[in-house]
């Protein structure tokens, strides 16, 4: 099952990595720890440029994404329809010690209510952030379960050394 969910997500996932990392530089935004996760030792100063932007609701895009790149904004938009799946799989950007996260969903959405999306930039300055979404959604949407999109998740991040963000245990 691992493979078959590498075979789809892993050629996504690295378009939309390349996106992000491109992102930084094509819509001039400085160059900074946080948008240079290459060196994940860095991560101390994660969270306190973050940006947020409260809109009508999770179909309402924040501003701060029209010009960014619209693999991007297709994220975005598919993490505040899928929060039950995002709020269980963990980062391993190290925004769970930086940012006090406590899972995927935290890097792209503050707060999400009835009436109103608490939207930030944390997402569009991180490839781990935007992968590990991207994958748990395609996987997800191909019909693999929680458990295992979390298990490969994990298998695939853990080698990096950075601590995960505290997401509960399935």
């Known amino acids: 099952m691992q493979t078959r969910l590498y075979r789809y997500a892993f050629p996504l996932s690295i378009s939309l990595l390349l996106a992000a990392c491109g992102t930084a530089d094509q819509t001039g935004a400085p160059k900074t720890e946080q948008t240079n996760h290459g060196d994940h030792a860095d991560h ?3 969270g306190v440029g973050d940006q947020l932007e409260k809109t009508a609701g999770p179909d309402t895009l924040p501003a701060f994404l029209n010009e960014q790149d619209e693999s991007i904004q297709t994220i975005y938009r598919s993490v505040a329809k899928h929060p039950d799946l995002l709020k269980k ?5 190290g925004c769970g010690e930086s940012a006090g996260h406590t899972s995927n969903y935290d890097c792209f959405i503050e707060e999400q209510t009835a009436s109103s999306t608490t939207w930030t930039t944390h997402g569009i300055t991180c490839g781990t952030c935007l992968d590990i979404a991207a ?3 395609v996987a997800y949407q191909k019909g693999s379960s929680v458990k295992k999109i979390r298990t ?3 298998q695939a991040y853990k080698k ?9 245990a399935l």
């Open 135 to 137: 994958q748990s959604i």
């Open 44 to 46: 101390a100063s994660h």
């Open 89 to 93: 799989m963990p980062c391993y950007c």
């Open 160 to 168: 990096t050394g950075v601590t995960p963000t505290p997401t509960p």
């Open 152 to 154: 490969a998740i994990d």
